[in-house]
């Protein structure tokens, strides 16, 4: 007969328990793995199917589970996973507001969809970067590197009383900027295009004042913004490349990863 005492059910809690809350705080926010459209039992049984992986290769903490100790423990894991998956969205939601931008610049900001990882309205324009990004994502595999830094940082940063100090912290406060840089990024090369279409609008109206620039230059400046979105589409991937390179290279600041 199998004898289990109460603290060998305390030490498998404590070397399970911490590992999911990590992965499932980080899947909870975390792009793809975090959109609307992926049930949430889907994304409680890969973490737990990830967590039975790793949680045998990582040493327990020396904390009880039931105590306050493991209340700091399950603060800082939930921490770690929202920060890693933070980092990663950052990125995406400065694709979603540069076609935003671009969007009402070109006059389609009254076209609004629903966006699938989200379930809030967004411009098309918005939307089709999303679509387009979330496309390359997964065709080059960031999925598996955002699990991979996940699985490494069990061994980098282990479950313990300490978590990310205040340099880290502040180095993710610092790259809440990117929102702002990467929306610029792909939304003002076509702005300032547009803005030319629009200045040649201006001198057409004092040239030809009974000219009806309403009925002209909507549809001209609709079609002039469709042109360009369609030739920078290949240095907006590219813009996106980068800042997802540079977004991992956060992820593994934070998590303590030498490349």
């Known amino acids: 007969m199998i004898n289990i005492t109460t603290g060998q059910l305390e030490a498998w809690l404590a070397q399970y328990l911490w590992p999911f809350i990590r992965i499932g705080a980080c899947f909870m926010m975390a792009p793809i793995f975090g959109a609307n459209f992926v049930p949430p039992r889907v994304r409680l049984l890969l973490a737990a199917a ?8 990582v040493p327990a903490p020396d904390v009880e589970v039931f105590s306050f100790a493991a209340v700091v423990v399950t603060l800082h894991q939930v921490l770690i996973g929202f920060a890693t998956a933070f980092t990663l969205q950052l990125i995406f939601d400065a694709l979603a507001m540069g076609g935003q931008l671009l969007a009402n610049t070109m006059g389609l900001g009254f076209a609004f969809n629903v966006d699938p990882l989200r379930g809030v309205s967004t411009p098309v324009l918005g939307q089709l970067y999303m679509i387009l990004v ?13 699990i991979e830094a996940l699985v490494q940082s069990f061994s980098t940063l282990p479950v313990s009383m300490s978590g990310l100090d205040g340099p880290m912290i502040w180095r993710l406060v610092e790259w809440g900027s990117e929102l702002f840089a990467g929306a610029l990024a792909v939304a003002l090369p076509g702005m300032a295009a547009l803005l030319v279409v629009n200045l040649a609008f201006g001198v057409m109206s004092r040239a030809a004042p009974t000219l009806n620039l309403f009925a002209v230059g909507f549809p001209i400046t609709l079609i002039a913004g469709l042109v360009i979105m369609y030739v920078g589409l290949p240095s907006v991937l590219a813009a996106f490349g980068n800042s997802l390179e540079a977004a991992f290279g956060v992820i593994r600041t934070l998590l303590k990863i030498t490349p």
Request: hydrophobic content about 65%; cysteine-free.
């Open 134 to 146: 979330t496309l390359t994502f997964l065709a080059i595999n960031g999925h598996l590197v955002l």
């Open 50 to 57: 990830i967590t039975f992986i790793v949680a045998p290769l």
